[in-house]
């Protein structure tokens, strides 16, 4: 089970990967800024994730009317990402939580995916501007999305 709505979201530091190279993205830096969204996504490169992250990226606008940043973070390597994210247009900053130290700290692991090993579930957080977490949901399956509708209806309400 995820952590609750109304707690403070655990802070973090992840590596992402772009044209420029390795880069440091932290939470703290949009804290008093803008509303975040994270999406923990199990793998890149398989068919849920990459229909999920496109969706995203096709409505990132959406998003950034709604004053909020969407972070993508699973286990992958930055460079198995930043791969993935070309190959499928994927435009949202993916963050590699390679240790799972975030993934443990939001309380979204899921044990031995398809029999490889631990993975970060299918979860999604919206943390408000003040850092307090607002919606939180982990799906009840890998396969199954996230309720984008109660997202941004939750970013509504923060605007």
């Avoid at 979201?9 to 830096?29: W, Y």
């Amino acid at each position: 089970m995820p952590i609750q709505v109304g707690q403070k979201a655990p802070l973090f530091t992840l590596k992402s990967k772009n044209a420029e190279g390795l880069t440091d993205v932290a939470l703290e830096n949009f804290i008093g800024k803008t509303n975040v969204v994270i999406l923990f996504f199990p793998l890149a490169f398989t068919g849920v994730c990459t229909q999920e992250l496109c969706d995203v990226s096709t409505g990132l606008n959406a998003y950034k009317e709604l004053n909020a940043e969407v972070l993508g973070i699973s286990v992958d390597s930055p460079f198995a990402q930043e791969a993935w994210a070309k190959q499928e247009k994927i435009n949202i900053t993916l963050l590699s939580d390679l240790n799972k130290a975030v993934t443990k700290a939001y309380q979204v692991e899921f044990p031995n995916l398809a029999g490889i090993g631990d993975t970060s579930a299918r979860a999604a957080f919206v943390i408000d501007r003040e850092g307090i977490i607002r919606y939180a949901e982990q799906t009840a399956t890998p396969k199954d999305l996230p309720n984008f509708e109660a997202i941004k209806a939750t970013l509504k309400n923060l605007k």
